[in-house]
């Protein structure tokens, strides 16, 4: 895939723009995410490319939380 320019922006909308379309209605196929990887060394870069794929979503925002062990 190439992107347009080369900053993390575009390499998201050209990753997931199935995902981010907001008229796609269909499900996505199994394996989306499996050819859809972004790899990174540093912890904050993880954070920060979650972050700004999150914001890219549309909708209310829910946050499921569970835990481990009892």
Request: proline share 4%; charged share 20%; with cysteine.
């Amino acid at each position: 895939m190439r992107c347009a320019r080369n900053d993390m922006q575009s390499l998201i909308n050209t990753l997931y723009s199935e995902l981010l379309d907001p008229a796609r209605n269909a499900p996505l196929p199994d394996g989306y995410f499996l050819d859809r990887t972004i790899l990174s060394a540093k912890n904050t870069d993880v954070n920060e490319i979650n972050t700004s794929i999150l914001s890219s979503f549309t909708g209310e925002k829910v946050v499921y939380t569970s835990a481990d062990s009892v």
